[in-house]
T-cell receptor, first 115, second 114 residues
Framework: DGGITQSPKYLFRKEGQNVTLSCEQN?????MYWYRQDPGQGLRLIYY???????QKGDIAEGYSVSREKKESFPLTVTSAQKNPTAFYLC??????????????FGPGTRLTVL | GQQLNQSPQSMFIQEGEDVSMNCTSS?????WLWYKQDPGEGPVLLIA?????ELTSNGRLTAQFGITRKDSFLNISASIPSDVGIYFC??????????????FGTGTLLAVQP
């Protein structure tokens, strides 16, 4: 089945450690996105990539890093510089890169808890 | 970052009732999307709107792209318990940029009493 997968579903991290969240899609979509969701708030954009080997900062990129070496993969690293990393992280993808329609499709999310 | 004004924040209704929620902005949008999110899961796209005045249905759900292009509405008719969840609107600004970034509303929590 085509879709977006995120792993792991739950992740625990000690303060001061970096951690990488996985996002894979087999929809052949060009664009991929990372969002952060906190209770009672809408989704906030961390990073996005419209094409392989290129990515752009979103609204809250500080303390995060990404790579886009393959079309189907867009891993997010939460670094120790992120001051409040406990949140629900959502990955999304969209066909057409910078063109095409605007419909983003989401993965199931990863809940990160910093102990 | 900018967020859309979405209302109401929460709704507690009886099964069978109709539901209405909306999103408004001070900016003009060229796309409106409506998503539903179940607890602990990713949002699922319900309806996409691309033209001012457009009215689109998906089963018991109906959404409209406001004429002013600054708002959108979602209606759910004859609600059932599985409609429970958080509903988000999302829009793309009409400034001609090539980024295709979406701006999200803060969500409407819907609870349905059987």
């Amino acid at each position: 089945d085509g879709g977006i997968t995120q792993s792991p579903k739950y992740l625990f991290r000690k303060e001061g450690q970096n951690v990488t969240l996985s996002c894979e899609q087999n929809l052949n979509h060009d664009a991929m996105y990372w969002y952060r969701q906190d209770p009672g708030q809408g989704l906030r954009l961390i990073y996005y990539s419209q094409i392989v080997n290129d990515f752009q900062k979103g609204d809250i990129a500080e303390g995060y890093s990404v790579s886009r070496e393959k079309k189907e993969s867009f891993p997010l690293t939460v670094t120790s510089a992120q001051k409040n990393p406990t949140a629900f992280y959502l990955c999304a993808s969209k066909r057409g890169g910078s063109s095409g329609d605007n419909e983003q499709f989401f993965g199931p999310g990863t809940r990160l808890t910093v102990l | 970052g900018q967020q859309l004004n979405q209302s109401p924040q929460s709704m507690f209704i009886q099964e069978g009732e109709d539901v209405s929620m909306n999103c408004t902005s001070s900016s003009i949008f060229n796309t409106w999307l409506w998503y539903k999110q179940d607890p602990g899961e990713g949002p699922v796209l319900l309806i996409a709107l691309y033209k001012a005045g457009e009215l689109t249905s998906n089963g018991r759900l109906t959404a409209q792209f406001g004429i002013t292009r600054k708002d959108s509405f979602l209606n759910i008719s004859a609600s059932i318990p599985s409609d429970v969840g958080i509903y988000f609107c999302a829009g793309r600004l009409n400034y001609g940029g090539a980024t295709n970034k979406l701006i999200f509303g803060t969500g409407t929590l819907l609870a349905v009493q059987p």
